[in-house]
């Protein structure tokens, strides 16, 4: 089977704009999850799709927005960059999703740099 | 005070000694995930463990939920080991995974 892909997988944007990034679960997956990785911060649970409904949102402003679609892609939307935005964004996808915790599978990450 | 604390931040060892890195968590938790990350960013989830032992090839990962401890032990370490290693607990209350702050290994050899 494939793995989770992610694309892009580098991005350079100017403060202000907007991004758009995009994560393939692997076959079968229908749980994406969507992590911000920085330096300062480590890593953090942005959001969570499962069946296309968002089931579970992180600390983060209302900049940071994402959907599923019915074939389990899922995107992640940044709008009015900050450069506090400049991170790796990962996504994982699993099997299913719950209250007792369920084996990820992450993509390779997008390398977002905002200047 | 973080929820997840891993130590040591930084672990330097010798090819072929036997490594301990420590994970100890302050909430209620359903599972807690050993993950590795190499550089470039790819993320390889090692475990996921809820109660007891558990082992894969040289690795070893244990936990006491009485005690809020994990633990993860490379046995036999190898250059190729180097990597950030990341606790992280799930919450099932919260439904979202809590990170440690990772532990850098370099084994050198």
């Known amino acids: 089977k494939a793995g989770v892909t992610q694309t892009p997988r580098y991005l350079i944007k100017t403060r202000g704009q907007q991004v758009t990034l995009s994560c393939s679960p692997i076959?079968?997956?229908?749980?994406v999850s969507w992590y911000q990785q920085t330096p300062g911060q480590g890593l953090q649970f942005l959001f969570e799709?499962?069946?296309?409904?968002?089931?579970n949102k992180g600390n983060f402003p209302g900049r940071f927005s994402g959907r599923q679609f019915s074939n389990s892609r899922s995107e992640m939307n940044v709008s009015t960059l900050e450069l506090g935005d400049s991170a790796l964004y990962l996504c994982?996808?699993?099997?299913?999703?719950?209250?007792?915790?369920?084996?990820?599978?992450f993509g390779p990450g997008t390398r977002l740099t905002v200047t | 005070k973080n929820e997840v604390e891993q130590s040591p931040q930084n672990l330097t060892a010798q090819e072929g000694e036997f490594i301990t890195i420590n994970c100890s968590y302050s909430v209620g938790i359903s599972a807690l995930h050993w993950l590795q990350q190499h550089p470039g960013g790819g993320i390889v989830s090692l475990f996921m463990l809820s109660s007891g032992k558990k082992k894969h090839g040289r690795l070893i990962a244990t936990i006491n939920i009485q005690e809020k401890h994990s633990s993860l032990h490379i046995t036999a370490s190898h250059p190729r080991d180097s990597a950030v290693y990341i606790c992280a607990v799930f919450s099932g209350s919260a439904r979202q995974l809590t990170f440690g702050s990772g532990t850098q290994l370099t084994v050198l050899p």
């Open positions: 076959s079968g997956h229908r749980s």
């Open positions: 994982a996808s699993s099997l299913a999703t719950g209250t007792s915790g369920v084996e990820q599978y």
């Open positions: 799709y499962f069946s296309e409904t968002q089931r």
